[in-house]
């Protein structure tokens, strides 16, 4: 088992930043792929960013690519989303997940290859 914890999530005006926090526990965390995902109300849950086991490999959804920054410190267990230049419609609950992969280089495929889900961290944009 892996527990996720997010943090860091708030309310700010359009163009401003936030950095999100994720804390694991349990397992070794390095031996999982680290994803964030976002739900906005009335909407599915959908990818934002990945990054792989040792952090040289990241993959970024296209809304975002270029403006929010997916990075991890193995020897603290965490894995951090940069948000900035944010956009109303960045508004929406923030998710991270552990996928568990025997690959150093590879990432998950898809969102349901993740195995451990956060609770949650509520981003609210203002325009």
């Known amino acids: 088992q892996v527990q996720l914890v997010e943090s860091g999530g708030g309310s700010v005006q359009a163009g401003g930043s936030l950095r999100l926090s994720c804390a694991a526990s349990?397992?070794?965390?390095?031996?999982?792929?680290m994803g964030w995902f976002r739900q906005a109300p009335g909407k599915e849950r959908e990818f934002v960013a990945q990054?792989?086991?040792?952090?040289?490999?990241?993959h970024y959804a296209d809304s975002v690519k270029g403006r929010f920054t997916i990075s991890r410190d193995n020897a603290k267990n965490m894995v951090y989303l940069q948000m900035n230049s944010l956009k109303y419609e960045d508004t929406a609950v923030y998710y991270c997940?552990?996928?568990?992969?025997?690959?150093?280089?590879?990432?998950?495929?898809?969102?349901?290859?993740?195995?451990?889900w956060g609770q949650g961290t509520q981003v609210t944009v203002s325009s």
């Open positions: 349990g397992r070794p965390f390095s031996n999982y792929v």
């Open positions: 997940a552990a996928h568990q992969s025997y690959s150093t280089w590879a990432l998950a495929p898809t969102a349901r290859d993740y195995d451990y």
């Open positions: 990054i792989n086991r040792i952090g040289s490999i990241t």
